[in-house]
C-alpha cells in the first residue's frame, strides 16, 4: 500500500534526479525547474501504476504518456521545443539496470535468466517509446486540427 509520505520522497527523489540530468544535458538553466517537475509527477504516477497488479510495462506506458503530454504542454506554454522537457526527464525511466543484468546472466551462462531480462527490458523499452510516441501524435494531431481551422476562417473571411 503507498502512503503519502512514500509519494512526497519519490517526488523529492525525482525531481532532483531530473533536476541534474537536465543540468548534465545542458538545457536551458530556466526551464530545468518545468522538466524536473514532469519528470517528478511522472515517476509519481509511475509508483501508483507499478503498486496496482499490472504487467510489468504498464507503469512505464503511464508514465511516458503522462510526460509526453506535460512536456507538450511546456512546449507550447513556454515556446521551447518539448525535447528539452521529455529527455532528461524520461532517463529515470530507461531500463539501464535489465540490460546490466542481462549481460551479468550471459556472462555466468544463465541463458534462460539472460533471455527473460532481456525480454523484459525490450518491453518496457517499447513501452516507453509507445507512450512518447502516441502522447506527442496526439497532441500534434490537435494543434495542427486547431490550425488548419485557424487558416480556413482566415482565408474565408478575406
Known amino acids: ?3 503519502f509520505k ?9 525531481y532532483a534526479t531530473v533536476y541534474g540530468f ?10 530545468n525547474r518545468y522538466s524536473a517537475f514532469a519528470g517528478a509527477v511522472a515517476w509519481v504516477f509511475y509508483q501508483i501504476v507499478a503498486n496496482a497488479d499490472t504487467a510489468i510495462f504498464v507503469p512505464y506506458f503511464v508514465a511516458s504518456l503522462l510526460l509526453s503530454f506535460i512536456s507538450e504542454f ?9 525535447i528539452i522537457f ?13 540490460i546490466y ?13 539472460a533471455v527473460q531480462i532481456g525480454t523484459e527490458s525490450i518491453f ?4 516507453i517509446a509507445s507512450g512518447l510516441i502516441i502522447a506527442t501524435s496526439i ?3 490537435l494543434f495542427k486540427e486547431n490550425s488548419l481551422t485557424l487558416i480556413r476562417k482566415v482565408k474565408n473571411s478575406n
Not at 22 to 31: G, H, T, V
Not at 101 to 113: A, H, R, S, T, V
Not at 124 to 127: P, S, T
Open 1 to 3: 500500500m503507498l502512503d
Open 6 to 14: 512514500f509519494l512526497v520522497f519519490h517526488f523529492i527523489y525525482a
Open 139 to 141: 497532441t500534434r494531431m
Open 124 to 127: 518496457i523499452a517499447i513501452a
Open 86 to 98: 521529455t529527455i532528461p526527464a524520461i532517463i529515470p525511466f530507461v531500463p539501464g539496470y535489465g
Open 22 to 31: 537536465a543540468i548534465l544535458f545542458n538545457s536551458p538553466r530556466k526551464l
Open 74 to 82: 511546456y512546449a507550447r506554454k513556454l515556446k521551447h521545443p518539448s
Open 101 to 113: 543484468y542481462m549481460i551479468i546472466e550471459l556472462l555466468n551462462k544463465d541463458y534462460d535468466k
